[in-house]
Protein backbone atom coordinates (compact mmCIF):
# COMPACT_ATOMS: atom_id res chain seq x y z
CA UNK A 1 0.00 0.00 0.00
CA UNK A 2 1.44 3.35 -0.97
CA UNK A 3 1.83 5.91 1.50
CA UNK A 4 0.97 9.49 1.87
CA UNK A 5 2.80 11.22 -0.91
CA UNK A 6 3.91 15.19 -0.84
CA UNK A 7 5.65 17.47 -3.26
CA UNK A 8 8.34 18.92 -3.79
CA UNK A 9 10.20 17.80 -0.63
CA UNK A 10 12.01 20.42 -1.05
CA UNK A 11 11.75 24.56 -1.85
CA UNK A 12 13.41 27.18 -1.79
CA UNK A 13 12.36 30.80 -2.87
CA UNK A 14 12.18 34.13 -1.66
CA UNK A 15 10.08 36.46 0.48
CA UNK A 16 7.45 37.84 -0.92
CA UNK A 17 6.77 34.62 -3.73
CA UNK A 18 3.95 32.57 -3.67
CA UNK A 19 4.64 28.37 -3.35
CA UNK A 20 2.17 25.64 -2.91
CA UNK A 21 2.50 21.97 -1.44
CA UNK A 22 0.96 19.27 -3.16
CA UNK A 23 -0.62 16.09 -1.22
CA UNK A 24 -1.63 12.67 -1.99
CA UNK A 25 -3.65 10.80 0.96
CA UNK A 26 -3.39 7.20 1.18
CA UNK A 27 -6.11 5.28 -0.87
CA UNK A 28 -9.63 5.55 0.84
CA UNK A 29 -9.03 8.16 3.22
CA UNK A 30 -11.64 10.48 3.84
CA UNK A 31 -9.55 12.83 6.33
CA UNK A 32 -6.96 14.58 5.18
CA UNK A 33 -4.36 17.00 7.38
CA UNK A 34 -1.91 20.16 6.36
CA UNK A 35 0.54 20.10 9.46
CA UNK A 36 3.51 23.01 10.48
CA UNK A 37 6.58 21.55 11.67
CA UNK A 38 9.03 23.87 13.25
CA UNK A 39 12.56 22.99 13.59
CA UNK A 40 12.98 20.85 17.05
CA UNK A 41 8.79 21.10 17.70
CA UNK A 42 6.08 18.53 17.41
CA UNK A 43 3.78 19.06 14.51
CA UNK A 44 1.22 21.85 14.63
CA UNK A 45 -2.15 21.50 12.67
CA UNK A 46 -3.50 24.16 9.87
CA UNK A 47 -6.60 22.54 8.59
CA UNK A 48 -8.64 19.16 8.20
CA UNK A 49 -10.63 18.00 5.89
CA UNK A 50 -13.71 15.94 5.68
CA UNK A 51 -13.93 14.91 1.89
CA UNK A 52 -13.41 18.20 0.41
CA UNK A 53 -15.09 20.08 3.21
CA UNK A 54 -12.41 21.84 5.85
CA UNK A 55 -13.86 21.41 9.00
CA UNK A 56 -11.03 22.85 10.66
CA UNK A 57 -9.30 25.72 9.11
CA UNK A 58 -9.35 27.81 12.96
CA UNK A 59 -5.11 27.27 12.81
CA UNK A 60 -4.75 28.65 9.23
CA UNK A 61 -3.56 32.35 8.97
CA UNK A 62 -6.31 33.19 6.15
CA UNK A 63 -4.72 36.44 5.23
CA UNK A 64 -1.62 34.63 3.35
CA UNK A 65 -2.36 30.57 3.27
CA UNK A 66 -5.12 29.14 1.56
CA UNK A 67 -5.81 25.16 1.22
CA UNK A 68 -7.84 23.15 -1.05
CA UNK A 69 -9.14 19.48 -1.68
CA UNK A 70 -11.55 19.71 -4.51
CA UNK A 71 -12.66 15.96 -5.22
CA UNK A 72 -11.66 14.73 -1.56
CA UNK A 73 -8.64 13.15 -2.47
CA UNK A 74 -5.49 15.20 -3.57
CA UNK A 75 -4.75 18.59 -1.40
CA UNK A 76 -2.79 21.21 -2.45
CA UNK A 77 -1.78 23.90 0.43
CA UNK A 78 -0.48 27.57 -0.96
CA UNK A 79 1.46 30.44 0.87
CA UNK A 80 0.96 33.62 -1.20
CA UNK A 81 3.13 35.70 -0.15
CA UNK A 82 5.65 33.63 1.76
CA UNK A 83 7.24 35.28 4.76
CA UNK A 84 10.93 34.48 6.31
CA UNK A 85 8.61 32.82 9.19
CA UNK A 86 6.91 30.53 6.42
CA UNK A 87 10.02 28.56 6.65
CA UNK A 88 9.32 25.11 7.69
CA UNK A 89 8.03 21.54 7.13
CA UNK A 90 4.89 21.14 6.25
CA UNK A 91 3.59 18.08 6.52
CA UNK A 92 0.38 16.30 5.30
CA UNK A 93 -1.30 13.48 7.05
CA UNK A 94 -4.33 10.99 6.32
CA UNK A 95 -6.73 8.73 8.21
CA UNK A 96 -9.79 7.01 7.23
CA UNK A 97 -11.82 8.51 9.98
CA UNK A 98 -11.33 11.54 12.05
CA UNK A 99 -11.10 11.15 15.68
CA UNK A 100 -8.43 8.31 15.70
CA UNK A 101 -4.63 8.74 16.27
CA UNK A 102 -3.23 6.73 13.73
CA UNK A 103 -3.12 8.95 11.03
CA UNK A 104 -0.25 8.34 8.75
CA UNK A 105 2.10 11.20 7.75
CA UNK A 106 4.27 11.89 4.62
CA UNK A 107 7.68 12.69 4.12
CA UNK A 108 6.88 16.52 4.29
CA UNK A 109 8.07 19.53 2.14
CA UNK A 110 11.07 21.71 4.18
CA UNK A 111 10.26 25.31 2.72
CA UNK A 112 13.38 27.33 2.76
CA UNK A 113 12.35 31.02 2.73
CA UNK A 114 14.79 33.51 1.74
CA UNK B 1 -5.68 24.83 27.94
CA UNK B 2 -3.74 21.94 27.14
CA UNK B 3 -0.48 21.13 26.84
CA UNK B 4 1.65 18.22 26.21
CA UNK B 5 5.23 18.58 26.93
CA UNK B 6 8.26 15.94 27.47
CA UNK B 7 10.80 16.67 30.23
CA UNK B 8 13.97 15.42 28.26
CA UNK B 9 14.99 17.48 24.97
CA UNK B 10 17.87 14.35 24.38
CA UNK B 11 18.20 10.81 25.54
CA UNK B 12 21.38 8.81 24.94
CA UNK B 13 21.41 5.10 25.66
CA UNK B 14 23.94 2.86 24.86
CA UNK B 15 22.40 -0.45 22.11
CA UNK B 16 21.09 -3.28 24.29
CA UNK B 17 19.77 -0.87 27.23
CA UNK B 18 16.23 0.17 27.92
CA UNK B 19 14.94 3.37 26.87
CA UNK B 20 12.54 5.08 28.84
CA UNK B 21 11.06 8.39 27.28
CA UNK B 22 8.81 10.53 29.78
CA UNK B 23 5.81 13.30 28.90
CA UNK B 24 3.69 15.43 30.60
CA UNK B 25 0.39 16.59 29.85
CA UNK B 26 -1.69 19.30 31.77
CA UNK B 27 -5.35 18.36 30.18
CA UNK B 28 -6.81 16.69 32.68
CA UNK B 29 -9.81 15.45 30.59
CA UNK B 30 -7.17 14.05 27.70
CA UNK B 31 -8.78 10.21 27.24
CA UNK B 32 -6.15 9.79 24.69
CA UNK B 33 -2.73 9.48 23.79
CA UNK B 34 -0.14 8.58 21.26
CA UNK B 35 3.91 7.75 20.70
CA UNK B 36 5.19 8.68 17.60
CA UNK B 37 8.43 8.24 16.17
CA UNK B 38 9.87 10.44 13.74
CA UNK B 39 13.31 9.64 11.74
CA UNK B 40 15.30 12.37 9.80
CA UNK B 41 13.75 13.35 6.83
CA UNK B 42 10.50 11.56 7.28
CA UNK B 43 7.17 12.34 9.01
CA UNK B 44 6.33 11.14 12.26
CA UNK B 45 5.19 7.33 12.66
CA UNK B 46 2.65 5.95 14.92
CA UNK B 47 4.04 3.99 17.60
CA UNK B 48 1.46 3.17 20.40
CA UNK B 49 -1.71 3.81 21.91
CA UNK B 50 -3.48 4.44 24.46
CA UNK B 51 -6.75 5.29 26.05
CA UNK B 52 -7.36 6.39 29.82
CA UNK B 53 -8.55 3.87 31.00
CA UNK B 54 -5.82 1.69 30.97
CA UNK B 55 -2.58 2.14 33.06
CA UNK B 56 -0.47 0.38 30.54
CA UNK B 57 -0.02 -1.13 27.24
CA UNK B 58 2.57 -3.07 26.05
CA UNK B 59 3.80 -3.93 21.78
CA UNK B 60 6.64 -5.05 20.39
CA UNK B 61 9.48 -4.33 22.34
CA UNK B 62 7.54 -0.95 23.58
CA UNK B 63 5.48 -0.30 26.32
CA UNK B 64 3.33 2.61 27.41
CA UNK B 65 2.38 3.35 31.11
CA UNK B 66 -0.10 6.44 32.16
CA UNK B 67 -0.27 7.59 35.14
CA UNK B 68 -3.40 9.91 34.75
CA UNK B 69 -2.98 10.93 39.10
CA UNK B 70 0.13 12.78 37.92
CA UNK B 71 -0.96 13.40 34.41
CA UNK B 72 2.23 11.77 33.26
CA UNK B 73 2.67 9.01 30.06
CA UNK B 74 6.07 6.84 29.12
CA UNK B 75 7.54 5.03 26.51
CA UNK B 76 9.90 2.63 26.94
CA UNK B 77 11.63 0.56 24.64
CA UNK B 78 13.77 -2.60 25.38
CA UNK B 79 16.90 -3.64 24.45
CA UNK B 80 17.24 -0.66 22.06
CA UNK B 81 18.88 -0.82 18.90
CA UNK B 82 20.21 1.60 16.81
CA UNK B 83 16.76 1.47 14.79
CA UNK B 84 15.74 3.10 17.55
CA UNK B 85 17.66 6.96 17.13
CA UNK B 86 14.72 9.16 16.75
CA UNK B 87 12.50 12.08 17.99
CA UNK B 88 10.20 10.61 19.81
CA UNK B 89 7.03 12.97 20.16
CA UNK B 90 3.96 12.31 22.64
CA UNK B 91 0.76 13.83 21.27
CA UNK B 92 -3.09 14.05 23.36
CA UNK B 93 -5.95 13.44 20.60
CA UNK B 94 -7.95 16.51 22.17
CA UNK B 95 -11.57 16.83 21.63
CA UNK B 96 -11.28 13.19 19.74
CA UNK B 97 -10.27 15.25 16.49
CA UNK B 98 -7.56 17.71 16.99
CA UNK B 99 -3.63 15.57 18.15
CA UNK B 100 -1.86 18.20 19.95
CA UNK B 101 2.11 17.21 19.79
CA UNK B 102 4.47 17.95 22.60
CA UNK B 103 8.29 19.29 21.72
CA UNK B 104 10.16 15.48 20.91
CA UNK B 105 12.74 13.89 22.56
CA UNK B 106 15.50 13.05 20.81
CA UNK B 107 16.84 9.80 21.20
CA UNK B 108 20.66 8.48 20.61
CA UNK B 109 22.06 5.53 20.70
CA UNK B 110 25.55 4.14 21.21
CA UNK B 111 27.27 1.30 20.17
Known amino acids: EAGVVQSPRYKIIEKKQPVAFWCNPISGHNTLYWYLQNLGQGPELLIRYENEEAVDDSQLPKDRFSAERLKGVDSTLKIQPAELGDSAVYLC????????????FGPGTRLTVT | GESVGLHLPTLSVQEGDNSIINCAYSNSASDYFIWYKQESGKGPQFIIDIRSNMDKRQGQRVTVLLNKTVKHLSLQIAATQPGDSAVYFC??????????FGTGTRLQVFP
Open chain 1, 93 to 104: ASSQRQGFGEQY
Open chain 2, 91 to 100: ADLYNTDKLI
